[in-house]
């Protein structure tokens, strides 16, 4: 089945213990994105990767870290967690280059994270 | 900058209804329009996308339509049940594949 893995599902954690929130797609995309969606705030993009070893950022990237070294891998990493980043997180992945007029965006399920 | 608006913010209706949601962006320059169902803590499920040189899609009682021109996108859901009660966003895709999401329109279909 063709899908994007998140892991874990729920994170609680303490202010300053580094995390890593995992995301993998079976589906051969090149272009993996990381969003975090806030009450009032809507989604909002963190970082994104157009292919491996290419990451950018998006509009709230203060905070978090992210590698490409496989096409299925992107990990978002939070070195030293604030109670700020409290959110649900969401990875997505899709197509790239010409490809991108037709191809959708996939979701995974989401992580929650609480940051105490 | 792309902004995307959604008009209204919460709507409800009666089971059986017709209704509209509105979505508007401010570029034109899109690759794509995808419409997205949000339950409750839940995940993004697709259901329609939209590229930018079409003009509408369907599925089922859903249909999508894009004027990309005016910067405006709308959802027709046909005959509304209580299981349609979910949040809807739109989102578009712009230059370098960034996707700019609307803050969604609240939906309750009434037994």
């Known amino acids: 089945e063709a899908q994007v893995t998140q892991n874990p599902r729920y994170l609680i954690t303490v202010t300053g213990k580094k995390l890593t929130v995992t995301c993998s797609q079976n589906m051969n995309h090149e272009y993996m994105s990381w969003y975090r969606q806030d009450p009032g705030l809507g989604l909002r993009q963190i970082y994104y990767?157009?292919?491996?070893?290419?990451?950018d950022k998006g509009d709230v990237p203060e905070g978090y870290k992210v590698s490409r070294k496989e096409k299925r891998n992107f990990p978002l990493i939070l070195e030293s967690p604030s109670p700020n980043q409290t959110s649900l997180y969401f990875c997505?992945?899709?197509?790239?280059?010409?490809?991108?007029?037709?191809?959708?965006?996939?979701f995974g399920n989401g992580t929650r994270l609480t940051v105490t | 900058k792309q902004e995307v608006t959604q008009i209204p913010a919460a709507l409800s209706v009666p089971e059986g209804e017709n209704l509209v949601l509105n979505c508007s962006f401010t570029?034109?320059?899109?690759?794509?329009l995808q419409w997205f169902r949000q339950d409750p803590g839940k995940g993004l499920t697709s259901l329609l996308l939209i590229q930018s040189s079409q003009r509408e899609q369907t599925s089922g009682r859903l249909n999508a339509s894009l004027d990309k021109s005016s910067g405006r996108s709308t959802l027709y859901i046909a005959a509304s049940q209580p299981g349609d009660s979910a949040t809807y966003l739109c989102a578009v895709r712009g230059s370098w594949g960034k996707s700019t999401f609307g803050d969604g329109t609240t939906l309750t279909v009434k037994p």
């Open positions: 570029d034109s320059a899109i690759y794509n």
């Open positions: 997505a992945s899709s197509l790239s280059g010409t490809d991108l007029y037709n191809s959708p965006l996939h």
């Open positions: 990767s157009m292919n491996v070893e290419v990451t």
